[in-house]
């Protein structure tokens, strides 16, 4: 009896750790296809502010002592901050609200969220012109109402760049957050009623806490993903709200500096991860 | 602390009636539990007290206020969901703490009370713990501290223990007893689970399909059920079918008269008698009154077994034995009981009247 004991407690877990390598080894090839063409050349090219042409920090130096691009960078972070809080203060309402339609009418609701994927980004992009441009739809309103006296300027600004990454990215805080807040369960809801909370107290108690990591991870992601815009800031900045993606445009097409534009690229890369780190740590949280 | 009367309430969802014009009274300090199979309508008459649904019509009075109009905020009632309901993002001291902090108590007094709702149900020490790091039985010790903290009028149970495995079941329904005695609250308790039902409570009130069946003592209504349905739906019951003769009752499609007290019903009339296993006896021989069946197969439970039966004309019986040793399949048995254990259900005409006799009893004064 005690030899068996210790025999099959060693040999329990092999069968188990012998499948899990044997399904992970069907993904081996790809991985190493990943790795080949994708990754070894990114690496390499982001390896090129420190070797190039020869091993150095000059061009790390360069970017910290250049007040244009920090400001850029600044800028960027900036901007990625207001639409992240944008989405934000549009996102939890919409989402809430969404949630307390019957099903018909929340089909339509998430379908009209869902209409800025289907459209391309250059074409909605443009679309914004038409619509906020000075001679736009909303501009000859205002004038013909007599609302104002002179266009007032919604595109290239701040306020412009705003609208469109806040119009692309809304989706991306919507949809997570409406999934988190569906799944709650009505009773618990149902039982602080019995005991005695107010709509109010339920929703700040028990409700909000409860969609919060939801929420927190959505502001993160619009973050993240304002960080890499191109388009957008290129058309409704009108050159005029540089962001990071569009001065390495300018650093690789026009300078060419590519030991910079790698520099950039790599603390841009860091600071992504570091962020995508903090949010799958706050959607683990939440699951 | 306070009784529950229910008048004439009724819940429609379009033509499904799920409650039927129930009329009812909890008195003060009763346990009164709902029993009935799923569907029946128990959860539904749960949350219209709890004034989670609205009733179609009727009214609700919670310790003689009229509370049909109020929300659940104002009902003053701890209602334990089958699921529990604790908030999962809380602590359980936080989790307790629930319906005080939302009445605004002070600090210090919440901590106390906290404290003491804790202790109650045997739970001090883990106050840091989240739900999710509970077992079953003590999140549902946290949900009745939580219901009861803030001193409800009245406990409404839904399927308390439906989620306990079986061993701690009956741990929990002792100390839920004891806990309900102690406070002196008025409790009303809804299950499917007969066990739990003839237990816990000081009255039944056994529903099927929305309608009442039955009201009474746990004892009363499973010796002297109302209808085949009761008798059916609380543990075994043995029908007999037949015609009242002098002495007994004669089977249907049989020569056989089986023992049973006619209780000033006419000769020749249609009868069904109710026997329970437990009391049923297996005679030496044939005796007056006694049915032959052939003993076909034991079901063994451990502490009893159950022997199962079948007369010559089909009719399927089920005796309990003790420890027995059982006899070999196909051999007959000779089943005795005394008269006085026959019950005889009351037949339709007489089942109105004493539907009517019950409705009449229920309605409040
Ligand atoms: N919101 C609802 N809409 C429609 N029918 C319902 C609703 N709630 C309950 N019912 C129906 O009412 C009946 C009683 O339900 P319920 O009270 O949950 O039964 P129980 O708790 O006894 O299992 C069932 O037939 C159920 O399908
Ligand atoms: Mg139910």
């Known amino acids: 009896m005690s030899a068996t004991v210790p025999a099959l407690g060693l040999a329990a877990p092999r069968p188990a750790a012998r499948r899990r390598l044997g399904a992970g080894a069907y993904a081996l090839p790809l991985l190493a296809v990943m790795l080949v063409a994708f990754n070894l050349p990114i690496l390499a090219m982001l390896a090129q502010s420190f070797l190039s042409p020869e091993p150095t920090v000059a061009h790390w130096a360069e970017l910290v002592q ?43 609701a998430l379908t009209l969220v869902l209409m800025p994927f289907w459209i391309s980004v250059l074409v909605r992009t443009y679309a914004w012109i038409v619509v906020l441009g000075n001679g736009g739809m909303v501009n000859r309103s205002l004038l013909g109402l007599g609302l104002a006296e002179a266009p007032v300027s919604f595109l290239y600004n701040t306020l412009g760049v705003t609208i469109g990454t806040t119009n692309v990215l809304l989706p991306f805080l919507v949809l997570p957050l409406l999934a988190a807040m569906m799944k709650l369960d009505e009773r618990l809801f149902q039982a602080a009623a019995t005991l005695g909370a107010s709509q109010r107290a339920i929703f700040w108690r028990v409700f909000f806490p409860l969609t919060l990591p939801a929420f927190a991870a959505g502001i993160l992601l619009v973050f993240i993903l304002t960080l890499g815009f191109y388009v957008t800031p290129a058309i409704l900045g009108g050159g005029r709200v540089p962001m990071i993606a569009n001065m390495l445009d300018v650093l690789i097409n026009l300078m060419p500096r590519w030991e910079l534009a790698a520099a950039i690229s790599t603390l841009l890369l860091v600071a992504t991860l570091g962020l995508f780190a903090l949010y799958r740590a706050i959607g683990a949280r939440g699951a | 602390m306070g009784d529950i009367v229910f008048d004439g309430i009724e819940k429609r969802y379009g033509a499904l009636v799920a409650v039927e014009r129930l009329s009812a009274r909890v008195e003060q300090g009763e346990f009164l539990t709902i029993l009935g199979p799923s569907g029946s309508g128990k959860t539904t008459v749960l949350s219209m007290v709890a004034g989670l649904t609205a009733p179609s019509a009727g009214r609700i009075h919670i310790a003689g206020r009229d509370v049909t109009d109020l929300p659940p905020q104002e009902r003053r009632i701890g209602l334990v969901f089958q699921s529990y309901a604790l908030f999962p993002h809380l602590d359980v001291f936080r989790n307790v703490a629930f319906p005080l902090a939302v009445r605004g108590v002070p600090r210090e007094e919440m901590s106390r009370r906290v404290a003491a709702a804790l202790a109650r149900v045997r739970l001090t020490g883990l106050e840091k713990r989240r739900p999710a790091q509970l077992s079953g039985g ?12 803030f ?122 008698a109710v026997i329970r296993p437990e009391q049923i006896r297996i005679a030496a021989g044939p005796v ?28 399927r019986l089920i005796a309990q034995a003790g420890a027995a040793i059982p006899p070999q399949p196909g051999e007959v048995l000779h089943l005795a009981w005394d008269p006085g254990d026959a019950w005889l259900l009351p037949e339709p005409g007489l089942a109105a009247s004493a539907a009517a006799a019950t409705r009449a009893a229920l309605l409040p004064a």
């Open chain 1, 66 to 108: 250049t007040p244009l691009y920090l400001r850029v960078l600044g800028n960027t972070f900036w901007l990625a901050a207001i639409t992240a809080g944008v989405c934000g203060l549009l996102g939890y309402p919409l989402a809430f609200w969404i949630r307390t339609l019957s099903g018909r009418a929340q089909l339509v």
């Open chain 2, 288 to 315: 007056p009154g006694s049915l032959p069946a052939q003993f076909r197969q034991a079901v063994y439970l451990g502490h009893l077994q159950r022997w199962h039966l079948e007369t010559a004309q089909g009719l």
């Open chain 2, 138 to 149: 003590q999140q549902q010790r946290v949900a009745l501290a939580r219901a009861l903290v």
């Open chain 2, 151 to 272: 001193e409800p009028d009245i406990l409404l149970l839904d399927e308390p223990l439906g989620a306990l495995d079986r061993k701690l079941r009956e741990e929990v329904q002792v100390e839920l007893k004891s806990l309900q005695r102690e406070l002196g609250i008025t409790t009303l308790l809804v299950t499917h689970d007969q066990e739990e039902a003839l237990s816990l409570s000081d009255r039944l009130l056994v529903l099927n399909e929305g309608a009442v069946q039955q009201v009474g003592a746990p004892d009363a209504v499973y010796r002297r059920p109302a209808s085949r349905f009761v008798a059916e739906f609380l543990g075994i019951a043995n029908l007999l079918q037949g015609r009242l003769v002098r002495g007994g009752l004669r089977l249907e499609g049989s020569e056989a008269v089986v023992a049973c007290d006619a209780a000033g019903r006419p000769e020749g009339a249609l009868a069904t």
